[in-house]
């Protein structure tokens, strides 16, 4: 048989719950997925637009200045030293980085590293399904692990790949420093390779600086050798239709994933390079992209909380992360029949099976529409 026999795609099955919420006399209020719906900062498409003469092929590595301008960004938001030459690599989306990673690092069996049996992939209880989706697509099992296993003495034996995301998609969970050092201590000792998908990380509401890094000094002690960090420009400047994404780290990693990325084609387009400089360098679009999503949940999170929702975590993030201590489709329900479709917890995971996920990417209009019926439910 052909093909990599995945499941189907989760968010088809929301289709009933959709038509259901389409029935509301005033309409619906779609807050199930995280796609941002402000328009794209004029700064970066006009750098798109004076970039369109791309006649060559470009670089899979980036080209000089973009890596450069990762770098900047990385010292003025995150606090971490990168070095733009080996340190930083450009990716189409964090979402295929996420994806194909543990078959770029080898991990199946007789794969690149020269492993004689495949090693799993470990990710949260709570968790973005690609990676788990990706530890399919290398042919390798997912086991899941939360940063406090592993500081209760989880083993990780037989773990190539650990996955952390911080803040947290769905839950908005950060981590703190203490807590990535311990775990970084742990995979260190187990030779098992971190990489922290932080791509939410301006949107702390906890504080006014971003959440912490793997490759905080505080964390690796200064030097990087096992980690990466993965980051989206999605969320901070509305650039989802961009593709434009990148990942640090470890320069031994980084220079074995540029060479297989070769092979495989896998390049960001040249315009889209020329768009992130922009994004990057420009800090004005991304606090005020942050007041924005700040105003809706103002909004919205007292009366998802009136609707008898308690709100875990969503101490960063795009997301509510809310439970009525029942099956998340009996809540997904009850939602829909004011209008308003939900994520539900079950698509994160078994242990997220009583949680739905509200998104604050909806318009302004629509999150008060939403509040509103909450409040009055």
Not at 62 to 76: F, H, K, M, V
Not at 182 to 211: F, H, K
Not at 218 to 245: D, F, I, P, W
Not at 287 to 302: D, G, I, N
Request: contains cysteine; proline residues 6%; hydrophobic residues 45%.
């Amino acid at each position: 048989m052909y093909g990599l026999q995945l499941p189907d795609y989760p968010w088809d099955t929301l289709t009933p719950y959709r038509q259901r919420a389409a029935a509301h006399p005033e309409g619906v209020c779609d807050l199930s997925i995280g796609t941002p719906v402000d328009p794209t900062p004029e700064v970066i498409r006009q750098a798109l637009r004076e970039a369109a003469d791309a006649h060559g092929y470009p670089t899979t590595a980036g080209t000089e200045a973009l890596r450069e301008a990762i770098a900047w960004w990385s010292a003025q938001w995150r606090g971490v030293t990168v070095d733009p030459a080996s340190e930083v690599l450009p990716t189409v989306g964090s979402k295929e980085l996420v994806a194909w990673l543990p078959t770029l690092l080898g991990l199946s069996a007789q794969g690149a590293s020269g492993l004689e049996q495949s090693v799993s992939v470990a990710c949260p209880a709570q968790a973005y399904p690609t990676y788990e989706m990706g530890a399919r697509v290398a042919g390798v099992d997912c086991v899941r692990l939360d940063a406090a296993d592993i500081l209760a003495g989880a083993s990780l034996e037989g773990i190539g790949l650990l996955w952390l995301n911080s803040p947290g998609n769905p839950t908005g969970e950060v981590l703190d420093t203490d807590t990535l050092a311990a775990v970084v201590a742990r995979a260190r000792e187990a030779g098992v390779i971190v990489a922290s998908d932080e791509c939410y990380a301006l949107l702390n509401w906890a504080a006014d600086t971003a959440a912490p890094s793997i490759l905080d000094p505080a964390v690796t002690g200064g030097e990087h050798t096992g980690l990466l960090a993965v980051y989206s420009m999605s969320k901070q400047s509305n650039l989802a239709g961009y593709r434009a994404a990148f990942v640090t780290g470890d320069a031994k990693l980084i220079g074995n994933l540029t060479n297989s990325r070769k092979h495989a084609g896998m390049i960001m387009p040249a315009p889209i390079q020329a768009a992130m400089i922009a994004g990057l360098r420009d800090t004005a679009h991304v606090q005020e992209q942050k007041a924005r999503y700040a105003a809706r949940r103002a909004e919205l999170l007292p009366a998802a909380e009136a609707f008898g929702l308690r709100i875990d975590h969503s101490t960063a993030g795009l997301y509510l992360w809310a439970s009525r201590d029942e099956d998340c489709w009996e809540t997904i329900a009850a939602l829909a029949d004011l209008g308003i479709i939900a994520g539900p917890g079950a698509f994160y995971g078994a242990a997220a099976g009583q949680h739905v996920r509200l998104a604050l990417t909806a318009p302004d209009e629509r999150i008060a529409a939403a509040a509103a019926r909450l409040r009055e439910a």
